[in-house]
């Protein structure tokens, strides 16, 4: 058997290539809004957001069973609950954005955790907590391609505010810029992806896609534009030879993809020419010879 | 009226209360046009407030603020903020240009790109404060002086003639300082407006020829030399509403030349 027919060999079945679908589009919009929350830092935000769809899950199921547009509106409204929650909470008390967020979300997966096990097996936990590429469905394909496009539509249109945003709020501000409108409206986009990403990666491992990608371009680029770029085609890469790991060596989908991703990021950590750990190696023992690094 | 009258910032008996507590109070100052005026005051005097009041960011609680004849609102693109440097992520992937060509972004409609005007402004713009050779370099391998110079170039190029400065001078060392005084000079020169906070009085003194002297409420403005009086600073620092005693006896340390 040749390397090819390895790659290409899975795809003649229909759920490899809504597998593959799913994948390029969650690749687009999870590089885009990884980047931004990485430069914003609110990477572990993303995290918090990810744990907290689980009890729309849960309720979702109680009422409508094992409906698809069901199950996807009912985690983006507790997502969205979050979001809003924790901005309310560090507007109006004392308590601090991060730590309305790390308290309201681990809350809500706790009662995630009790509606799930009070709507069925356990084995539908596993499901959601750790997705499943193989049952990607017509109606999930939809529904990524729609919080996909609607993502690239926002980055292209609106560049320049989320630009400004992310990288100076207080002038974006001074400007006459709605800040806190783009800054939500970056918290709603990535709720809507990573919900759009559970039946791919499930609600652990979501974030893998939207991070680890972005991490990885930011140890190499220096421009934003470039950074979105390899960013995406990362995170493309990464899912692709992840589900033909997940095929070959029967992982888990969400699992293998992220597996691919961290091979990456530690590669760019360590490797990385400028901001690597081994550049910075060199440096160091550079100036310690008394050489100053070329420019 | 004289045409100047346009070009002064005016407060009106300016009040702003944080929850209970008075940030600003009764504050009535003219700010003329083409003047180089440092803001001073003890900490927890109002100093950011007072700018970010100008900006029309924080609602009055009484008074008006007015820039000309126009409620801030409306003079937004005359009106340049260079918060303080330490807010800035220096790590973040982006050229000296880029940045400078965000001063552009305000005056751009959605679908446009920066034409030609735009890229003239912010070749003139870069050209004038000497980053011409640095344009396409990334921020965090600049030194404090020229990060500073890089935010004065953005708000140049977005076309304001109103700096507010909030610390420019902290953190820089003794030649970025006198660099950016010199730029402050041209500016005024000009008959562009500098509006800046500052900490250190000898450094506001030496640097500045108009002085706003805050505690909480306005204790003295005018000359810098005619604001900074011993009598002044003491009323501002020991006697003013954000008293503390001054044990080290740092408020009559300074000099006071006559």
């Known amino acids: ?295 | 009226m004289s045409a100047s009258s346009h070009n002064i910032i005016r407060l009106r008996d300016v009040t702003v209360l944080y929850g209970r507590v008075a940030a600003l109070r009764g504050i009535t100052v003219d700010i003329p046009c083409g003047s180089l005026t440092a803001v001073v005051g003890p900490n927890g005097a109002g100093k950011s407030t007072l700018l970010r009041a100008i900006l029309g960011w924080l609602p009055l609680t009484a008074g008006e603020i007015r820039i000309g004849d126009a409620h801030p609102q409306h003079a937004l693109p005359r009106l340049a903020y260079l918060p303080q440097r330490h807010v800035i992520d220096w790590d973040f992937p982006i050229t000296v240009r880029e940045v400078v060509e965000q001063g552009r972004y305000p005056a751009l409609r959605m679908f446009h790109r920066l034409g030609q005007h735009d890229h003239e402004l912010v070749d003139r713009a870069l050209a004038e404060l000497a980053l011409t050779a640095l344009a396409d370099r990334q921020i965090h391998r600049l030194s404090g002086g020229q990060q500073q110079r890089v935010f004065l170039a953005r708000a140049l190029a977005q076309g304001a003639d109103i700096f507010l400065l909030d610390e420019p001078m902290t953190g820089l060392d003794l030649f970025a300082t006198e660099e950016l005084t010199h730029i402050f000079l041209n500016w005024e020169a000009q008959g562009r407006t500098v509006l800046a906070t500052m900490h250190d009085l000898e450094l506001a003194r030496k640097h500045f020829t108009q002085g706003l002297l805050l505690a909480t409420e306005l204790v003295a403005a005018g000359p810098i030399g005619g604001v900074l009086t011993e009598e002044n600073i003491h009323r501002a620092y020991r006697d003013g509403h954000c008293v503390h005693d001054d044990p080290l006896g740092l408020a009559r340390t300074t000099e006071f030349p006559r």
Request: glycine content about 12%.
């Open chain 1, 1 to 295: 058997m040749s390397v090819l027919h390895l790659i290409i060999e899975p795809f003649r079945y229909e759920f490899m290539q809504h597998a593959l679908l799913s994948a390029v589009l969650l690749s687009v919009s999870g590089g885009l809004l990884g980047c931004v929350l990485v430069l914003r830092r609110l990477a572990l935000m993303g995290d918090a957001l990810a744990h907290s769809l689980l009890p729309g899950i849960g309720v979702a199921y109680l009422l409508f069973g094992a409906s698809t547009a069901a199950l996807f509106a009912g985690a983006l409204l507790a997502g969205l609950l979050t979001a809003l929650g924790s901005a309310v909470i560090s507007r109006l008390t004392r308590v601090k954005e991060d730590a309305a967020f790390g308290s309201l979300f681990i809350v809500f997966f706790g009662a995630g955790v009790a509606l799930v096990n009070l709507s069925g097996t356990r084995l539908n936990l596993m499901h959601f907590l750790f997705g499943n590429v193989l049952g990607v469905s017509v109606t999930d394909l939809q529904i990524t391609a729609a919080a996909s496009a609607l993502t690239l539509g926002v980055f292209v249109v609106l560049y320049r505010h989320v630009l400004l945003e992310t990288f100076d709020p207080i002038f974006y501000r001074a400007t006459g810029g709605r800040g806190g409108l783009v800054h939500l409206g970056i918290l709603a986009l990535t709720v809507l992806n990573l919900v759009a990403a559970l039946q791919t990666m499930g609600i652990v491992l979501a974030l893998g896609l939207f991070l680890l990608p972005a991490v990885s371009a930011y140890l190499w680029c220096d421009r934003l534009r470039t950074m979105l770029l390899v960013s995406v085609v990362v995170a493309f890469g990464c899912s692709v030879a992840g589900i033909l790991l997940s095929y070959h060596a029967g992982l888990p989908s969400g699992a293998s993809i992220v597996l691919c991703l961290g091979a990456v990021f530690f590669g760019s950590a360590l490797g990385s020419p400028k901001y690597g750990l081994a550049a910075r190696l060199v440096r160091v023992l550079h100036e310690r010879d008394g050489v100053r690094p070329p420019p």
